[in-house]
C-alpha cells in the first residue's frame, strides 16, 4: 500500500465520524429558534485540534502500518520496505524528491546486577519519500546512520565498564551524554555528506564509522556486569 493510500484512508477514518457529529450538531441547532455560534465555533476548533493531532501523529508514527522496533543484531535485515513511515509535510531535500530519514534510539534496561543498553531502528517512523528512490547508495546512508547510534551505545557500554561501582542514576547520565554526542555526530555526518550526494565523503565516512565498530567488538552484546553504590 502506498504512503499516499494509507494518508487517504488515515484521514477518511479521522473526517467521516467528526463530519458526521458535526452534521447532526447542525441539524439540532437548526431545529433551536436561535443558533449559538459561540459553541459552533467552539466544536469547529475542537474537530480541528482532534483532526491536526491525528495527521502529526501519523506523521511521526505510522500506527496504521506499525512494526516493532529493530535491534541492530538485525542490520541485515534492513530494507527500504522496512521504512514504513508517512511524511506528510516534506516533499524534497536540497531540491531532491529522492531521500529517504531514519529514526534510530538506544534504549536502557536496568536488571539487579547488569544493564542492557541496546540501539534501535524505528520502522514505522523511517521513511522513503518517492518509491523510485529506492537504490542502495541511498539504503546505505540510512543504515550507517544507525551504526553510528550503535557506536555510541558502545561507546556508553566502554563508560560504564570502566567504573568499579555503577548506580543506575550516574548510568543514565552516561547514556544521554552519549545520545547528546551521538546527536552532534550525526549532523556532522549529514553536512559534510551532503546526505550521501557527496560520495567521495560517503565513503571516508564508512570506512571511519566501520573502524570504530571494530575497535569497540568487545562492546557488541548489549548487556553489561555492573555493581552498584
Known sequence: MSNEKIVLIALS???IPLFLLEFLFFIKLLKRPKVNFKITFKYIIISFIIIMIGVFT???TNYLNYEKPIPFKDI???NFKKFKGIELFQKE???S???AYVVTSIEVDHEIDSVSIISYFHPSSSFVYNKESRFKDMLTHELY????????ARRAKEKISTFEKISKKEINIIVEEM???ERKFQIKYDYDTH???IYNKQIEYQKTIDSLLLKLNNFKKPKIKIYEN
Open 179 to 181: 545520545e547528546y554526542e
Open 195 to 197: 546526505h550521501s550526494f
Open 93 to 95: 531535500l536540497f531540491g
Open 76 to 78: 541485515n535485515s534492513i
Open 145 to 152: 546512520h544507525f551504526k553510528i547510534t550503535e557506536l555510541f
Open 58 to 60: 501519523l506523521s511521526y
Open 13 to 15: 477514518i479521522l473526517y
Open 97 to 99: 524528491k529522492y531521500f
